[in-house]
């Protein structure tokens, strides 16, 4: 499975942002709906940590506390895409974001978008 993300950027505090993970290259007789998605981050000198996660119908959410409220994950299953809108852009949310896909307990992770929220 191949993962691009895109959308990151320099934001100031307040704003917002709208990621994307755009899949492809699925195992053979399986499609984009039978993956977990999930948005990471990694800030420097830091652990990466989850931030949100979706089912693979898109049913269930689930969120770090420090983004929830804040962050909305997504996914449209028709263009094998996954969302991370981002409102109220705080300085700590600075990070590169990475989206990974799961199926079982094989893992497929994208490359990374650096956010960088500054005045």
């Known amino acids: 499975v191949q993962l691009v993300e895109s959308g990151g950027g320099l934001v100031q505090p307040g704003g917002s942002l709208r990621l994307s993970c755009a899949a492809s290259g699925f195992s053979s007789g399986f499609s984009f709906s039978s993956y977990v998605m999930s948005w990471y981050r990694q800030a420097p000198g830091k652990e990466r940590e989850l931030v949100a996660g979706i089912s693979g119908a898109g049913g269930t959410t689930n969120y770090a506390d420090s983004v929830k409220g804040r962050f909305t994950i997504s996914r449209d299953n028709g263009k094998n895409t996954v969302y991370l809108q981002m409102n109220s852009l705080k300085p700590e949310d600075t990070a590169v974001y990475y989206c990974?896909?799961?199926?079982?307990?094989?893992?497929?992770w994208g490359q990374g978008t650096q956010v960088t929220v500054s005045s």
């Open positions: 990974k896909a799961r199926r079982i307990t094989v893992d497929y």
